[in-house]
């Protein structure tokens, strides 16, 4: 009998070896007469574990890792197909306490099927969603993802249902769904894992909001950093064209929705969604003026869904379960659980799924492991380039979008960036202005002139010239952007800017 | 002769790719990532012949593939090589990892190693954070990388 060998597909892994693991065992196998399957299933987003190879047994797949290569030998010694023990041994993957206290409602899948097998999709409760969706109104769709709390995973938080409510009740003679996955802010990676990783999710949301709202064409706009998202999209997409889940008259119905993916081309202002449109039609990704909204007038002119990837991966789960499972989950105005990524300088990096309300402390000790380098942590970025930077006397946070508002910081795509105590805070500010001048589309002024002018400013301030003053200056900047910018990109730059002044003032030469 | 000929080949292959994607809504983009893919790098002179083809100026096409950091106006060297700048790598060293690599290679961002090999350039997140600092090169990613690993990726590509 053939033994099913796990090893994942997914970039990161891929980054630490993967593919040579996976070319290891199968010649390892050969060369001992043995009969093995090997499946590149998906992450599971035990990042520091990776890579992690788990054997199919009786009680349960059996993980091992970090596997390099040269272990692989040692642990077909050890007979690790009946799941011996090694010293790589992790145990029964279920039972690994990072992962089993997780609560994986979107992320239900990913690490544990094969990415591009469709029977695998549906042998885990794939298109149980849109069959769901299928026996109701477009009202009725709408209704149950307002009715979930879901609000938009990619940043600005908007209630998801509120935005296809618009576009459902608009008159036209095409609409379109466009997911935003132009996921650019560092320390985020949960839209490359549910594309790498599970891509039928994506399509089965996007189908979903299709059938909704009566849109007939989705759009993919996907990062060009991303070349292995981009082959499992594809392939997942022609398998689902093929077996009557894209196309005309899905699963037997009167609905038809074709699906495609667009390339990006590494210009971060494309993460907001009027300049993703802009690029989208073949043009500049110039920040739109609002109004109208995309719902209304968005791709081409027509009323056009934009939503983030993890916002449209979750709603399969919220049609399959119902809206009151999901928004059984949560605390306050944050309802169902997010993806949160660990990244930066932590020991355990990786992602992990929870229901809003746990704290920052739990996540970067419980969970990260402290950091990497075993100094303390002394700042957290959440949300991204535009998010604040966070103090230790903050890291009693609970995840929470009002509650992060409070603080005047974001929880935006739920990346969380570790530093430890070596980190220049007044470097981190200049920086942000910088990526801001690098990334800037130009069409205002406040953010093409005001990041420009804000690097040298900070520079100064480095150089200890005139510091009371320039601070004060900085200040001053920091409003024009913040009040005056068209968009979040110049709007938010004074998040990292002005937290890192007044939470770590010993680093401009402020006393604190 | 020899220019005639390159140019006379380009023409032809960029009248494929435009034939093949002049009818898709939205078409410049697919179009200009089907070029690079294609050739290696937007050459400047196409931008007349994808303007005729989508009923666009040349300034209208410039302007949109200088707005891009992907889209290249000049041949890169045989392998790319990324380097994440963005603050999840920053938290790990990556700052002494570029100054590493553009020490190594003697160039700086944008320029290609004497010896056509690589082209360095830098990028804003590819989402390995979790395995930072990170390096792409080519379409490859590598986590984790420290001078010696880089060292290693050089030497590969030089191979």
Known sequence: MTTKIYVPRDSSALSMGAEKVAVAIALEAKKRGLDITIIRNGSRGLYWLETMVEVATDQGRVAYGPVKAKDVPSLFDADFLNAKNHPLSLGLTEEIEWLKKQQRLTFARVGITDPVSLDDYIAHDGYKGLKKALTLSGAEIVKAVTDSGLRGRGGAAFPTGIKWNTVLGCQADQKYIVCNADEGDSGTFSDRMIMEDDPFVLIEGMTIAGVAVGATQGYIYLRSEYPHALKALNEAIAKAEAAGYLGDKICGSTHTFNLEVRRAAGAYVCGEETSLLESLEGKRGLVRFKPPLPAIEGLFGKPTVVNNVISLATVPIILDKGAQYYADYGMGRSRGTLPIQLAGNLKHGGLVELAFGITLRELLYDYGGGSATGKPIRAVQVGGPLGAFLPESQFDTPLDYEAFSNIWAVVGHGGIVAFDDTVDMAKMARYAFEFCAIESCGKCTPCRIGSTRGVEVIDKIIAGKDTAKNIKLVRDLSDTMLNGSLCALGGMTPYPVLSAMNHFPEDFGIAK | ?159
């Open chain 2, 1 to 159: 002769m020899q220019d005639l000929e390159t140019k006379q080949d380009l023409d032809l292959r960029l009248g494929a790719l435009i034939s093949e994607h002049q009818h898709m809504p939205g078409a410049l983009m697919p179009l200009l990532h089907a070029i690079q893919d294609n050739i290696g790098y937007v050459p400047e002179s196409s931008y007349s012949q994808i303007g005729k083809a989508l009923s666009l100026s040349v300034a209208e096409v410039h302007g949109v593939v200088t707005f891009y950091h992907h889209f290249r106006t000049h041949k890169p060297g045989r392998h790319v090589m990324q380097i994440c700048r963005a603050e999840s790598c920053q938290s790990m060293g990556s700052e002494a990892l570029e100054a590493h690599a553009k020490k190594c290679l003697n160039v700086d961002y944008h320029q290609t190693t004497s010896d056509d090999a690589i082209t360095l350039e830098a990028v804003y997140c590819l989402g390995n954070c979790a395995l930072s600092p990170a390096v792409m090169m080519d379409e490859e990613v590598y986590g984790r990388v420290s001078a010696e690993d880089l060292d290693a990726l050089i030497a590969e590509a030089r191979a």
